[in-house]
């Protein structure tokens, strides 16, 4: 074997096809051992080496082939080499190559003294190889009283060591390096952001170029180069500081145990420790024994080893806690421990510390969470910390009594309060003082190591959801926070920032410029009289916005507090609204014209905005004069919160490509935007989009002059999609926000101050101070802000104290913020799972490979960034990215299930869309459908329809001037700027842009049911045609051809249009096909279900709307053999069977995930989608499995399946299409409306499960029941496969009966929910249908069709069935056949050998043989004789069946069986012989008549060789009486498609009926050998005209076990031919 090691490669350096590499190894074996004697490979072997590293298969093939031909001086360079390059290269490549036994830390006598007793230590010494080991953290083994365990030889925590050289070689050796901190973006890719903002990020790719950096560690990075697009790429040279985390959430990989993936997917595999402790020195100690004693418990080397956690300590011995098979590990959460990373190792060392189960419930998942962000506990030791509370401050101090308190509802720990008292009043203007009271934690928690301790190991409070209810884990012990907490009616000591402004009279305009205009910054005491929560406060700036009791509540507040006034003081709600006038000035003046919008990121923000704004400006101003007061304080070092300022060059291209809309957002007005914007030459002013609820919305509040609804709906910009993608590129083009220590202040001006330590979305310089017992740096910035107060000369930190503290604030408050957000998406997938979520998601990037989404619900969009991500392939096809056509059958049965007689025509005809008048939002779809009316069966109506409708419906468009009105609206909200804003919406808008407005329709049909709330309405010109089934296809065509240029009417469909339209009672077909498109923020509706693939539940999406009520499910496009196959396996050979139902189910999750896969990638290429809607089926009981914790769930029992029923006649048309069949893969779909009957067992459901409290009414129960994006439908979708049909005789005159096997698992199993509904069996579900390929789906048929007597179950079984036996005279009857011994192609009269005469003999006289030899030792002769001679044995049998016995004569291919019938050639006139092809092949020797995808035949390029052609079928009965009539069709069908059309249903069956007579005539005159591929014995046309007695497989190797099952199943004796 001359072998070529040359192959593709990506521009990243991998292998454009790693499954087909020579790199992989299975690849290599198969290459290997096809030499007999010789392989030669030509190739660089360096390139060889890091191809295979990068694969990651676990195997070293090419390594030791190299290693081999070194030892054997076998490796020979180019002579173009020179000496000198050649003797280097030989030296790093035996560097590279060899292995040292000097270099390991462990011995080889050790490792051979191992190799009987520990396997995993034999893997793992060469994963773990140490050329120094004391430069790093190194591990020997320890023996101690015969205990062999590993130890830590030093220190793993070594810093700032040499790292070795990378793969990829610096194109810039002399060029500087850049000091950056890693952020990991996935365990193969990174960006090192520079510490100096001005400098660009660098791309780290690939594992070797990150040089053992863990993300967040500070690194020197070497520039490459720059590619085509832009980017940096390099590589780290130096770790100066590790960002080592401290422990990792881990799955153990299931084919090597010793390695462990992340969960967070950024960081690479983890490498454990094996197991070599007591067990191993016992086997050490009982080799050296007896080999006849026994042990008792043996060692599985597959186990996973789990480590006492407290005994994994520096210099100590790690000791084990356990073994944990692996077969129970696959379904555990290991806590993985990092050691140490060096550059000869090309994973982490790590130890498993923990063990968790899976996250399928919310308590399982919560406690992976907070492992994996390092959420830490409260220390027990912080219980009995007293604070200084009694103990006043040494300065006086000023007493506030008349504050108040605003907080959410749920809050407990209350530490900023505010006031407002009147300094000055006269005729013209009011000097008001505003004061905001922090509690003054910095002085009453006492620096001690308890309470730092407290207060560095969580940082922050932690706030979140849990089944509707808040979740909230405080930061400080409940007994601190209550004795700070600002209560009501309670003196606190605290800080009080306080501020004057002056209010002018005669025009209500907030000023901060006059005399004395200085802020003051001191302790004080306060007394907060009252506690409001937003809500209430919201009620008192503005009574029509809250709910009566909310309403109630805050007039009790506001009279207690007015009861206790001050001469001084004045109403609270005027307190408010003059505190609200001032928060806005404060805005104004920090961000100018942009703080007129105010767009709050928390949901639950949007109910109450005036009083969220209120409190945040406040405490932003706050924050910013305590920033001012530090930075110019003598202390030597502050905190600060600092937000660089983005790149000028990111900011430059943000503003370019977004600079249409960014006119329509007052957030862009500020100056620096303004300058980017003047730099763009050409601005365009497209139509603005606006979401029909929205609109709404608007409208009505307009109408009610509701001026505050109006301003709080349209200052937030979720709810436009071209503003909210917008400002999603924004935030992900700006840096985060994070602590930072400041030493040097000194000569420093106002602006480098903003440039170099500001806040860059504040617009301030910012700390903050204002929340202490919930946040752990504000009690360090007040302990510093004392300090300043009193210019103390012992600062309480120095500046490495509090650099070391910034980073760990940083680093702690990043992971809880992660912690919130991946709670959020926990709640969200618990409510998913119960009923999938339907919601709308904006499109904000589209690629070739991805669409990023970004939904509209605020709770939704702190989802992940990967969970709101789709393959963009599920969607578009693979050659582009942008269109797509969609082919949707969809067959509808109605309710009084009638019967159907449907004779369908397709016109594929393409729609141009009016771009200039919808540009990218209108669709049109063409649509050839008929109808069949009940009392005439045998008549059909023709009808031609085209559809216009928008696939985008939840827009309306509305021009820019809208937009501009309602920002002058935001700016100055008065009456003559509310009507300006009605008249600009409500005026007519233009009729060809208009998607809510359709011209009255009459005479309107739908073609689908009205259980649904939204379908289509069409209205054309109609050209009917009655056909009878005597019709003819060319009345059919003379019709359309006279019709073809008739006149059509297109209209808009809206869901008002479909209610007004009268169901009609009928069934019907529809072939639809759609133009698809996806563009930047177009809107796509999707449903959401759970996925616990991760080990945690997270929220996926399911379903995609491509047009109204016509759905794409993107989890089986993308995740195929998930959805269809949860319990996949790869392999189901065994020894050992119990009974055939097993030998099924294990082979069932082998073949159903490989036909998905494959079946699925063809609709993705082909776009053919298959519906059946208003479909009812039959579940059996359902029960609740043993492992069910938190939200039970259900399933159907393994051996019970669920029925569906299908009204007769209705699969004649459809089998046109697509047959239903064992094999088909059902995806179906619930939408049930929640009636009064649903809202009724659901609430009783709620109060079963815990939900319903006592002051709960329905509403509330359900909400807590289906979560808050519950829009009054309950959802599901399940994935299902058809197991069995009943049988259909007489022309499919009988219902057909299917029963479907229920695929649960993961997030496909009933959810308690969706168990109510179905047990009742009164709801319909819509049901996509797909096939397998023909193939796939022969195997598939064949083996759940297995019986207990076949013999092929014998065969699975490995059982021998003593009664199965053959004719035992079956050898006398051929022996003394001349023609059966001698070689016929032979010009003498050589005989065939001993060797294969005996095995002739053996296999007539056994039901089953297998005959195996190498290549070219004549097993192919030996087969052609073989079936010669039981061609001979039968026609010796009575013969008086209705079908002829043959001789089944099998190989996985074509070529495989044509070689032997060739062979056969010479004894044609005493044998007859026939070869049957698949159908593709039989149309690649035919003019094909129809598209083979349709049918769902694969491509083939194969064809009949000439001289075989006289033995093919398909050409016998193109020769039979037959053939006039063949031609006939098949000519004027073919004329038909070369105009455009495909053949319809009663066309495709017409023609089969002809060739099914034509076949089974011709099969019927008995053939003695019959040729075939395995799959083709499968296709049914073999065992319905022919009686198979034997049946021989040739190169029974090369095909799968099931392939081989197929023609086994319909014989009595089986020969299998072939090697290995």
């Keep these: ?134 430069e790093y953290a190194a591990l020997a083994l320890r023996t101690v009283d015969g205990d062999a365990s590993w130890t830590l030889l030093c220190s793993k925590k070594e810093k700032g060591a040499v790292l070795g050289k990378s793969d990829t070689p610096s194109l810039f050796s002399d060029s500087e390096t850049i000091r950056c901190q890693l952020y990991q973006q996935t365990h193969r890719f990174c960006v090192a952001k520079p510490l100096d903002s001005k400098k660009s990020d660098i791309h780290i790719q690939g594992i070797s170029n990150r040089q053992c950096a863990f993300d967040g560690a500070i690194v020197d990075v070497q520039l490459f180069h720059k590619n085509s697009s832009g980017h940096n790429y390099g590589k780290v040279v130096n770790i ?80 084990i806690r356990e073994c944990i098979p692996l077969e129970i590990a696959v379904n555990m959460v290991f806590v993985v421990q990092p050691l140490n990373w060096c550059s000869d190792h090309r994973f982490p060392l790590g130890v498993v510390v923990g063990v968790l189960p899976r996250g399928d419930t919310m308590f399982h998942a919560e406690r992976i969470l907070q492992v994996q962000y390092q959420i830490a506990k409260n220390e027990e030791s ?82 979140g959801k849990c089944q509707g209810e808040y979740r909230f884990t405080p930061m400080l012990p409940e007994h601190i926070t209550c004795q700070l907490s600002l209560n009501a009616n309670q003196e606190r000591q605290a800080i009080t920032v306080s501020g004057k402004a002056r209010l002018k009279l005669s025009n209500g305009v907030i000023d901060f410029k006059f005399p004395d205009p200085q802020v003051e910054i001191k302790e004080s005491v306060v007394c907060s009289l009252i506690a409001l929560t937003y809500e209430q406060a919201e009620c008192l700036l503005y009574s029509n916005q809250e709910s009566p009791p909310i309403q109630e509540a805050a007039k009790e507040k506001l009279k207690l507090y007015n009861c206790s006034k001050s001469a001084e003081s004045f109403p609270l709600d005027e307190q408010l609204k003059i505190l609200l006038m001032i928060a806005k000035a404060l805005r104004l003046t920090r961000l100018g014209e942009s703080g007129h919008m105010y767009d709050p990121s928390d949901p639950t923000c949007l109910s109450t905005p005036c009083s969220h704004m209120l409190v945040e400006e406040m405490m932003i101003w706050g924050n910013s004069e305590v920033a001012k007061k530090l930075f110019h304080s003598s202390i030597p070092s502050i905190l600060l919160r600092i937000q660089p300022n983005p790149k000028d060059d990111e900011l430059e291209n943000f503003c370019t490509n977004f600079s249409s809309f960014l006119c329509a957002s007052l957030r862009y007005a500020s100056e620096q935007y303004q300058r980017c914007m003047a730099r763009v030459e050409e601005k365009i002013h497209p139509s603005f989009l606006l979401m029909h609820d929205t609109k709404k919305e608007l409208i009505d509040k307009l109408n009610e002059k509701d001026l505050q609804g109006v301003l709080n709906l349209l200052s937030g910009e979720h709810i436009y999609p071209q503003l909210a993608v917008m400002s999603r590129h924004n935030a992900s083009m700006k840096s985060k926000a994070s602590y930072k220590a400041i030493d040097d202040r000194s000569n420093v001006s106002a602006e480098e101050v903003k440039q170099k330590y500001g806040h860059y979305d504040l617009n301030v310089l910012y700390t903050q101070f204002s929340s202490p017992l919930r946040r752990a740096p504000d009690v360090i910035v007040q302990r510093l802000l004392l300090d300043a107060i009193y210019d103390s000369r012992d600062a309480s930190y120095s500046h490495e104290e509090l650099k070391k503290l910034s980073q760990t604030f940083n680093g702690k408050i990043r992971n809880a913020s992660s912690f919130e957000r991946a709670l959020t998406a926990l709640d969200i997938a618990i409510y998913a799972g119960r009923s999938s979520i339907c919601t709308t998601a904006f499109i904000s990037g589209i690629s070739k490979t991805k669409i990023e989404l970004l939904f509209q619900n605020l709770d939704l969009k702190k989802l992940p960034k990967r969970q709101m991500t789709l393959p963009s392939t599920v969607l578009l096809p693979h050659t582009s990215h942008k269109h797509r056509q969609w082919k949707v059958l969809v067959a509808t049965f109605f309710k009084d299930d009638c019967v159907m007689d449907v004779t369908q025509y397709t016109e594929l005809v393409h729609c141009d869309r009016r771009v200039k008048a919808k540009p990218n939002h209108e669709t049109k779809a063409s649509m050839f459908t008929c109808t069949a009316d009940h009392d005439s069966k045998n008549s059909g109506t023709f009808e031609r329809k085209t559809l216009l409708f928008c696939h985008k419906s939840l827009l309306t468009i509305v021009p820019m001037s809208f937009r501009i009105a309602a920002n002058e609206f935001i700016r ?636 086994i199943s319909i014989s009595e004796h089986v020969v299998l031919i072939g090697d290995h």
């Design 382 to 463: 912080c219980d009995n910390i007293e604070i200084n509370n009694c103990e006043t401050s040494p300065h006086k101090c000023d007493k506030w009594r008349m504050a108040f308190t605003i907080d959410p509802r749920e809050a407990k720990n209350l530490d900023d309060a505010l006031s407002l008292s009147v300094l000055e009043k006269t005729a013209d203007y009011i000097i008001f003082e505003f004061a905001v009271h922090i509690v003054n934690a910095g002085r009453l928690l006492p620096k001690e190591r308890r309470i730092e301790d407290c207060l560095h190991s969580r940082c922050t409070s932690i706030y």
């Design 1 to 134: 074997v001359f072998l070529c090691t040359s192959e593709p490669i990506q521009h990243n350096g991998i292998v454009a096809n790693p499954t087909k590499s020579i790199c992989d190894k299975f690849v290599f074996n198969t290459v290997i051992t096809r030499a007999q004697s010789l392989v030669v490979a030509v190739g660089n072997p360096f390139r060889l080496l890091g191809t295979e590293e990068r694969l990651e298969n676990g195997a070293s093939c090419w390594k030791a082939y190299i290693r081999h031909c070194l030892e054997c001086k076998s490796l020979t360079l180019a002579n173009s080499v020179s000496h000198n390059c050649a003797t280097s290269s030989l030296k790093s490549l035996r560097e590279r190559v060899l292995i040292k036994t000097s270099e390991l830390v462990v011995t080889t006598s050790q490792l051979h003294s191992t190799n009987t007793g520990d396997s995993i230590l034999q893997a793992y010494s060469k994963a773990v190889r140490k050329k120094k080991p004391m």
């Design 972 to 1607: 100055s909200p008065s009456a003559e700027s509310s009507e300006k804003m009605l008249s600009t919406l409500s005026n007519p808008i233009d009729s060809e842009t208009d998607f809510n407005m359709a011209p009255h329709i009459e005479d309107a049909n739908c073609i689908f049911d009205d259980d649904s709330d939204l379908d289509y309405s069409v209205s054309s010109e109609k050209n009917q045609l009655h056909a009878s089934e005597e019709s003819d296809d060319e009345d059919i065509e003379n019709h359309l051809a006279k019709s073809k240029d008739a006149s059509q009417t297109t209209v808009s469909v809206t869901k008002e249009d479909f209610s007004t339209q009268s169901l009609l009672k009928k069934a019907s077909f529809a072939f639809l096909e759609i133009p698809f498109s996806l563009q930047l923020f177009d809107p796509l509706k999707i449903w959401m279900t759970f996925d616990s693939r991760e080990f945690i539940l997270t929220p996926m999406i399911q379903l995609v709307e491509i047009a109204p009520n016509l759905n794409v499910c993107t989890q089986h496009l993308s995740s195929p053999a998930i959805c269809f196959s949860p319990n996949a396996i790869q392999m189901a050979s065994s020894d050992v069977y119990e009974d055939i139902e097993q030998y099924k189910n294990l082979w069932e999750g082998v073949l159903l995930p490989e036909g998905a896969a494959s079946s699925f990638k063809s609709i993705s290429e082909n776009s053919r989608l298959v519906i059946i809607r208003n479909v009812l089926l039959q579940w059996p009981r359902l029960e609740i499995p043993s492992n069910a914790v938190d939200d039970p769930y259900y399933v159907v029992e393994q051996k019970n399946f669920i029925t569906l029923q299908l009204p007769d006649g209705f699969t004649e048309d459809l089998n046109a299409y697509i047959e239903l069949r064992p094999g088909c893969l059902l995806c179906v779909r619930y939408i049930i409306k929640l009636e009064e009957d649903e809202t009724k067992l659901l609430f009783s459901l709620a109060k079963r499960m815990g939900f319903v409290k006592d002051t709960d009414g329905t509403e509330d129960a359900l909400k807590r029941l289906l979560g808050p994006h519950s829009d009054g439908y309950i959802r599901a979708v399940y994935h299902m496969v058809i197991r069995e049909t009943s049988d259909q005789k007489e022309e499919h005159k009988k219902p057909l009966k299917l029963k479907v096997k229920f695929l649960g698992g993961g997030g496909h199993n009933v959810s308690v929910v969706m168990k109510e509904f179905l047990s009742q069996e009164k709801y319909k579900c819509n049901i996509e249908v797909t096939e397998m390929s023909i193939p796939d789906m022969r195997v598939y048929s064949s083996l759940v069709g297995l019986k207990e007597d076949f013999i092929a179950s014998d065969i699975a079984l490995v059982r021998k069935d003593k009664s199965r036996t053959v004719r035992k005279d079956n050898w006398k009857i051929v022996e003394n056949d001349k023609n059966v011994l001698k070689l016929w192609n032979n010009p003498g009269s050589k005989m065939i050998n001993e060797e294969q005469r005996e095995a002739l003999k053996r296999s007539m006289q056994a039901p089953f043989t297998m005959i195996q030899g190498p290549p070219g030792t004549g097993k192919s002769v030996t087969g052609a004789h073989l079936a010669y001679a039981f061609a001979l044995v039968n026609k010796q049998r009575n013969s008086s069946g209705i079908k002829p016995p043959c001789v089944l004569y099998c190989g996985p291919s074509n070529k495989s069986v044509e070689v032997v019938l060739k062979m056969l050639l010479p004894m044609k006139n005493n044998i007859k012989l026939l070869m049957v092809y698949s159908r593709t092949i039989e149309s690649n020797d035919t003019q094909p008549i129809f598209d083979r995808k349709l049918l769902g035949y694969p491509k083939h390029e194969h064809k009949c060789p000439e001289e075989l052609q006289e033995f093919a079928l398909h050409h016998l009965i193109r020769k039979s009486r037959y053939r006039e009539k063949i031609k006939a069709i098949e000519e004027n069908l073919q004329r038909l498609r070369k105009e455009g059309f495909e053949p319809s249903g009663k066309a495709i069956r017409k023609w089969k009926k002809v060739i099914e007579k034509s076949e089974k005539e011709i099969m019927g005159k008995g053939y003695d050998i019959v040729f075939c591929t395995c799959n083709e014995a499968g296709s049914g046309r073999i065992p319905r005209s022919l009686s198979p007695i034997q049946c021989i497989i040739d190169e029974a190797a090369m095909a799968t076990e099931p392939e081989c099952m197929v023609p």
């Design 240 to 319: 100066v500081e590790q960002g080592l985390v401290e422990q990792y959430v881990c799955r153990v990989d299931k084919h090597n145990p010793i390695f462990f993936f992340p969960l967070d997917r950024k960081t690479p595999k983890f490498v454990n420790l094996p197991q070599i402790s007591r067990l191993g020195a016992k086997k050490l100690k009982e080799s050296k024994k007896s080999n006849t004693e026994k042990k008792k418990k043996k060692y599985e080397p597959h186990d996973v080893v789990y480590f006492d956690p407290d005994s994994v300590k520096e210099g100590e011995v790690p000791k």
